[in-house]
């Protein structure tokens, strides 16, 4: 077990390291990214990259507080789901009814690698080995499918 301190520093070291490792990948334009933050320039769409100490994901997160334009968002999602999955070359895990850490409500398409400790440094070659592909073919997939949404910017 890890006081909060420590857990704070593996974590942080964790995602410097990660962050380093993927600097010097190009996003799909070509232009350098900020891998960890991704931003999709789309309100309440997120790609997020989470690691605990039993699994990671890598998740479209789509946030919106109401729950119409939340469902709105997340069939959008659903009318690209053949591109997502050749893009990404797997099938994603699809929740139209979920909840964030904090309990708020949120839609979320995922994968999921398990088991894995964030905390133990031999698992992070599988983490980084998880997680760079998936980013990397988001943002490919972003890179056409986010004009699909823009009615709803």
């Given amino acids: 077990m ?76 659903r009318e690209l789901c053949t591109m997502l999955e050749e893009t990404t070359g797997e099938t994603w895990i699809w929740e139209a009814d979920s909840a964030d850490e904090y309990g708020k409500p949120i839609s979320r398409i995922y994968q999921e690698l398990t088991p894995v400790n964030m905390f133990s440094r031999e698992d992070w070659p599988r983490l980084i080995s998880f997680f760079k592909p998936r980013i990397v073919a988001l943002d490919e997939f972003w890179s056409t499918a986010q004009y699909a949404f823009d009615e709803l910017r």
């Avoid at 990948?25 to 997120?46: C, F, I, Q, R, S």
């Avoid at 994901?57 to 507080?65: F, G, K, L, N």
Wanted: proline share 4%.
């Fill in 2 to 77: 890890y006081s909060k301190t420590e857990a704070a520093q593996l974590r942080q070291a964790f995602w410097t390291a990660f962050g380093q490792y993927m600097q010097p990948v190009p996003n799909a334009e070509g232009l350098p990214t900020n891998w960890v933050n991704y931003k999709t320039g789309l309100k309440h769409v997120y790609f997020r990259l989470h690691a605990d100490t039993r699994r990671a994901t890598v998740s479209i997160d789509i946030t919106h507080a109401d729950a119409g334009l939340r469902e709105l968002f997340f069939e959008q999602f």
